[in-house]
Protein backbone atom coordinates (compact mmCIF):
# COMPACT_ATOMS: atom_id res chain seq x y z
CA UNK A 1 0.00 0.00 0.00
CA UNK A 2 1.63 3.60 -1.31
CA UNK A 3 0.91 6.31 1.48
CA UNK A 4 2.35 8.43 3.57
CA UNK A 5 3.24 7.22 7.44
CA UNK A 6 3.86 9.86 10.19
CA UNK A 7 5.67 8.87 13.63
CA UNK A 8 4.79 9.16 16.26
CA UNK A 9 1.12 9.78 16.23
CA UNK A 10 1.12 11.63 19.91
CA UNK A 11 4.43 13.56 21.07
CA UNK A 12 5.20 15.17 24.74
CA UNK A 13 7.85 18.10 24.50
CA UNK A 14 9.37 19.31 28.06
CA UNK A 15 10.21 22.90 27.85
CA UNK A 16 13.45 23.88 26.27
CA UNK A 17 13.36 20.37 24.45
CA UNK A 18 13.97 19.49 20.84
CA UNK A 19 11.78 17.40 19.21
CA UNK A 20 11.73 15.11 15.25
CA UNK A 21 8.38 14.31 13.81
CA UNK A 22 8.91 11.76 11.11
CA UNK A 23 7.68 11.31 8.29
CA UNK A 24 8.00 9.03 5.34
CA UNK A 25 6.42 8.35 1.65
CA UNK A 26 6.64 5.49 -0.78
CA UNK A 27 4.37 7.15 -3.57
CA UNK A 28 7.71 8.01 -5.31
CA UNK A 29 6.76 11.75 -4.28
CA UNK A 30 9.54 14.46 -5.51
CA UNK A 31 7.64 16.99 -3.26
CA UNK A 32 7.33 17.01 0.48
CA UNK A 33 5.22 19.19 3.00
CA UNK A 34 5.01 20.08 6.75
CA UNK A 35 2.07 22.14 7.73
CA UNK A 36 0.80 23.05 11.29
CA UNK A 37 -2.80 22.88 12.10
CA UNK A 38 -4.26 24.86 15.20
CA UNK A 39 -7.88 24.51 16.70
CA UNK A 40 -9.84 26.80 13.94
CA UNK A 41 -7.44 27.65 12.10
CA UNK A 42 -6.71 26.43 8.43
CA UNK A 43 -3.13 24.69 7.05
CA UNK A 44 -0.46 26.91 7.96
CA UNK A 45 2.97 26.04 5.74
CA UNK A 46 6.32 25.40 7.99
CA UNK A 47 8.61 24.01 5.16
CA UNK A 48 8.32 22.45 1.94
CA UNK A 49 11.02 20.63 -0.38
CA UNK A 50 10.50 19.91 -4.35
CA UNK A 51 13.73 18.12 -4.59
CA UNK A 52 16.43 15.60 -2.70
CA UNK A 53 18.77 17.70 -0.54
CA UNK A 54 16.82 21.03 -1.34
CA UNK A 55 14.24 22.69 0.88
CA UNK A 56 12.16 25.97 0.85
CA UNK A 57 10.32 28.49 4.38
CA UNK A 58 7.14 28.29 4.08
CA UNK A 59 4.86 31.31 6.26
CA UNK A 60 5.76 30.02 9.86
CA UNK A 61 9.23 28.60 9.50
CA UNK A 62 10.70 30.02 12.82
CA UNK A 63 11.25 27.31 15.21
CA UNK A 64 11.82 25.00 13.22
CA UNK A 65 14.15 22.68 11.19
CA UNK A 66 14.00 20.32 8.44
CA UNK A 67 15.93 18.11 5.99
CA UNK A 68 15.60 15.75 2.93
CA UNK A 69 18.23 13.88 2.90
CA UNK A 70 15.97 10.96 0.98
CA UNK A 71 13.54 11.29 -1.28
CA UNK A 72 11.59 9.33 1.10
CA UNK A 73 11.65 11.15 4.15
CA UNK A 74 11.26 14.70 5.15
CA UNK A 75 11.65 14.91 9.25
CA UNK A 76 10.72 17.63 10.91
CA UNK A 77 12.42 19.28 13.98
CA UNK A 78 10.70 21.41 16.28
CA UNK A 79 13.22 23.28 18.59
CA UNK A 80 13.39 24.92 21.76
CA UNK A 81 12.70 28.23 19.74
CA UNK A 82 9.51 27.61 18.93
CA UNK A 83 7.57 28.84 22.17
CA UNK A 84 4.67 27.63 21.29
CA UNK A 85 4.22 24.23 19.85
CA UNK A 86 1.39 22.60 20.63
CA UNK A 87 -0.65 21.64 17.34
CA UNK A 88 -1.72 19.02 15.01
CA UNK A 89 1.59 18.78 12.80
CA UNK A 90 0.55 17.26 8.81
CA UNK A 91 2.80 16.03 6.36
CA UNK A 92 2.04 16.24 2.32
CA UNK A 93 3.67 15.05 -0.48
CA UNK A 94 2.93 15.75 -4.10
CA UNK A 95 4.02 14.17 -7.69
CA UNK A 96 5.89 17.31 -8.07
CA UNK A 97 6.43 20.60 -5.95
CA UNK A 98 4.11 24.12 -6.12
CA UNK A 99 2.04 22.95 -8.80
CA UNK A 100 -1.26 21.51 -9.54
CA UNK A 101 -1.37 17.99 -8.63
CA UNK A 102 -3.26 17.02 -5.26
CA UNK A 103 -1.65 16.79 -1.70
CA UNK A 104 -1.91 13.10 -0.32
CA UNK A 105 -1.75 13.83 3.67
CA UNK A 106 -0.31 11.51 6.26
CA UNK A 107 -2.18 10.96 9.54
CA UNK A 108 -0.72 13.71 12.02
CA UNK A 109 1.13 13.92 15.01
CA UNK A 110 -0.27 15.89 18.09
CA UNK A 111 2.31 17.67 20.02
CA UNK A 112 1.83 19.04 23.14
CA UNK A 113 4.17 20.72 26.08
CA UNK A 114 4.41 18.85 29.24
CA UNK B 1 0.89 38.05 -0.32
CA UNK B 2 -1.63 36.04 -0.87
CA UNK B 3 -4.65 35.54 1.48
CA UNK B 4 -7.16 32.76 0.42
CA UNK B 5 -10.50 33.93 2.98
CA UNK B 6 -13.59 31.08 3.31
CA UNK B 7 -16.90 31.74 4.80
CA UNK B 8 -18.74 30.55 6.90
CA UNK B 9 -16.21 29.38 9.33
CA UNK B 10 -18.96 27.03 11.12
CA UNK B 11 -22.21 25.74 9.80
CA UNK B 12 -24.98 23.26 11.57
CA UNK B 13 -27.41 22.30 9.05
CA UNK B 14 -30.50 19.57 9.14
CA UNK B 15 -29.21 16.42 7.12
CA UNK B 16 -31.03 16.80 3.91
CA UNK B 17 -30.64 20.68 4.11
CA UNK B 18 -27.85 22.19 1.70
CA UNK B 19 -24.68 23.92 2.41
CA UNK B 20 -22.86 26.17 0.92
CA UNK B 21 -18.94 27.18 2.11
CA UNK B 22 -17.46 29.93 -0.24
CA UNK B 23 -13.54 30.43 -0.76
CA UNK B 24 -12.64 34.34 -1.85
CA UNK B 25 -8.47 35.17 -2.79
CA UNK B 26 -6.83 38.46 -3.16
CA UNK B 27 -4.95 37.50 -6.07
CA UNK B 28 -5.97 35.79 -9.31
CA UNK B 29 -5.43 31.80 -8.52
CA UNK B 30 -3.77 29.20 -11.41
CA UNK B 31 -5.74 26.60 -9.92
CA UNK B 32 -7.79 25.62 -6.59
CA UNK B 33 -8.16 22.49 -4.56
CA UNK B 34 -11.01 21.09 -2.23
CA UNK B 35 -9.79 18.72 0.40
CA UNK B 36 -12.11 17.64 3.34
CA UNK B 37 -10.82 16.61 6.61
CA UNK B 38 -13.37 14.35 8.96
CA UNK B 39 -12.88 14.95 12.74
CA UNK B 40 -9.64 13.68 13.83
CA UNK B 41 -8.43 13.10 10.40
CA UNK B 42 -6.12 14.44 7.66
CA UNK B 43 -7.34 16.32 4.90
CA UNK B 44 -8.19 14.62 1.52
CA UNK B 45 -8.34 15.68 -1.65
CA UNK B 46 -11.49 16.10 -3.59
CA UNK B 47 -11.10 17.81 -6.48
CA UNK B 48 -9.28 20.28 -9.08
CA UNK B 49 -10.76 23.42 -11.15
CA UNK B 50 -8.28 25.34 -13.29
CA UNK B 51 -10.53 27.11 -15.76
CA UNK B 52 -12.26 29.81 -15.34
CA UNK B 53 -16.05 29.79 -14.83
CA UNK B 54 -15.08 26.04 -14.73
CA UNK B 55 -18.14 23.56 -13.17
CA UNK B 56 -17.56 20.16 -12.03
CA UNK B 57 -19.92 17.39 -9.81
CA UNK B 58 -19.39 14.63 -7.57
CA UNK B 59 -22.34 13.10 -7.05
CA UNK B 60 -23.88 15.60 -4.28
CA UNK B 61 -21.10 17.39 -4.45
CA UNK B 62 -20.83 21.00 -6.87
CA UNK B 63 -17.42 22.41 -7.35
CA UNK B 64 -17.11 26.06 -9.09
CA UNK B 65 -14.23 28.42 -10.07
CA UNK B 66 -15.06 32.00 -10.56
CA UNK B 67 -14.98 33.53 -13.96
CA UNK B 68 -11.92 35.80 -12.64
CA UNK B 69 -10.05 32.65 -10.82
CA UNK B 70 -10.39 34.60 -7.56
CA UNK B 71 -13.46 32.70 -6.01
CA UNK B 72 -14.84 29.52 -5.57
CA UNK B 73 -17.44 27.54 -3.66
CA UNK B 74 -18.41 23.87 -3.18
CA UNK B 75 -22.15 23.39 -2.87
CA UNK B 76 -23.51 20.25 -0.74
CA UNK B 77 -26.98 18.72 -1.84
CA UNK B 78 -29.34 17.36 0.91
CA UNK B 79 -26.47 16.99 2.92
CA UNK B 80 -25.87 13.40 5.18
CA UNK B 81 -24.44 12.80 8.02
CA UNK B 82 -21.48 11.50 6.76
CA UNK B 83 -20.48 14.87 4.83
CA UNK B 84 -19.43 16.17 8.85
CA UNK B 85 -16.29 17.50 8.73
CA UNK B 86 -14.38 20.64 8.16
CA UNK B 87 -13.68 21.52 4.24
CA UNK B 88 -10.88 23.47 3.11
CA UNK B 89 -9.87 24.98 -0.27
CA UNK B 90 -6.14 25.80 -1.30
CA UNK B 91 -5.33 28.22 -3.90
CA UNK B 92 -2.38 28.04 -6.30
CA UNK B 93 -0.36 30.83 -7.23
CA UNK B 94 1.58 30.11 -3.94
CA UNK B 95 0.24 27.87 -1.90
CA UNK B 96 -2.37 28.51 0.62
CA UNK B 97 -5.06 27.06 2.03
CA UNK B 98 -8.40 28.39 3.63
CA UNK B 99 -9.23 28.07 7.30
CA UNK B 100 -11.88 25.74 6.50
CA UNK B 101 -15.81 25.72 6.97
CA UNK B 102 -16.64 23.24 9.80
CA UNK B 103 -20.11 21.23 8.35
CA UNK B 104 -22.40 19.68 11.48
CA UNK B 105 -25.19 17.56 9.95
CA UNK B 106 -27.65 16.65 12.34
CA UNK B 107 -29.70 13.54 11.98
Known amino acids: ?114 | GQQVMQIPQYQHVQEGEDFTTYCNSSTTLSNIQWYKQRPGGHPVFLIQLVKSGEVKKQKRLTFQFGEAKKNSSLHITATQTTDVGTYFCAGYSTLTFGKGTMLLVSP
Not at chain 1, 18 to 33: F, I, P
Not at chain 1, 54 to 71: M, P, T
Not at chain 1, 105 to 113: A, K, Q, V, Y
Open chain 1, 1 to 114: DGGITQSPKYLFRKEGQNVTLSCEQNLNHDAMYWYRQDPGQGLRLIYYSQIVNDFQKGDIAEGYSVSREKKESFPLTVTSAQKNPTAFYLCASSPMGMSNQPQHFGDGTRLSIL
